[in-house]
């Protein structure tokens, strides 16, 4: 039987405790330091959110984990400013890489947009989620045309 907390924003987000590959109880870190990414991501799934993961654990880093979730949190946040604030977020554990896709179906960035923004001292993505993931050795890329809403993809390879 799953176990219901409210996430962000009174979101309901559904737990299953005890769950083979989960970590810890409450999602901390495991004791060899690492912290599954599907319990951080888990907190932002929600009506206007869908997220889909694998059934084992996605074991990274904690500091990396966190960060991730972190650019997660940063590319919803613009969903939610920007779209209409659906979302569907995509973790992948790939092996040697963590991938996590994050799209919308929102009105697009217009070419050049992006370093626009940037110029005008407006870091959010630059900094928030490609200077997150640069920072841990990953990348970032952005789709998005006008009409057509946007996907951010995070790609962090494991050391």
Same mark, same amino acid.
């Given at each position: 039987?799953?176990?219901?907390?409210?996430?962000?924003?009174?979101?309901?987000?559904?737990?299953?405790?005890?769950?083979?590959g989960a970590g810890p109880? @409450?999602?901390?870190?495991?004791?060899?330091?690492?912290?599954?990414?599907?319990?951080?991501?888990?907190?932002?799934?929600?009506?206007a959110v869908s997220l889909? !993961?694998?059934?084992?654990?996605?074991?990274?880093?904690?500091? !990396?984990?966190?960060?991730?979730?972190?650019?997660?949190?940063?590319?919803?946040d613009n969903v939610a400013?920007?779209?209409?604030?659906?979302?569907?977020?995509? =973790?992948?554990?790939?092996?040697? =890489?963590?991938?996590?896709?994050?799209?919308?179906?929102?009105?697009?960035?217009?070419?050049?947009? =992006?370093?626009?923004?940037?110029?005008?001292?407006?870091?959010?993505?630059?900094?928030?989620?490609?200077?997150? =993931?640069?920072?841990? @050795?990953?990348?970032?890329?952005?789709?998005?045309?006008?009409?057509?809403?946007?996907?951010?993809?995070?790609?962090?390879?494991?050391?």
């Amino acid at each position: 039987m799953a176990a219901s907390r409210s996430g962000p924003a009174g979101r309901s987000v559904d737990r299953a405790p005890g769950r083979a590959g989960a970590g810890p109880p @409450g999602g901390g870190p495991a004791p060899d330091g690492t912290r599954d990414l599907r319990d951080l991501l888990r907190r932002f799934a929600g009506p206007a959110v869908s997220l889909a !993961a694998p059934a084992t654990a996605v074991p990274l880093p904690e500091h !990396a984990a966190k960060e991730v979730a972190a650019a997660v949190a940063a590319a919803l946040d613009n969903v939610a400013r920007h779209a209409d604030g659906r979302a569907w977020v995509l =973790l992948e554990d790939e092996g040697t =890489l963590v991938r996590v896709s994050v799209r919308d179906a929102g009105p697009g960035i217009p070419p050049g947009r =992006l370093d626009e923004a940037a110029a005008q001292g407006r870091l959010g993505v630059a900094q928030s989620i490609r200077g997150r =993931l640069a920072d841990l @050795g990953g990348s970032t890329t952005i789709t998005a045309h006008p009409g057509e809403g946007t996907e951010i993809e995070l790609v962090l390879p494991r050391p």
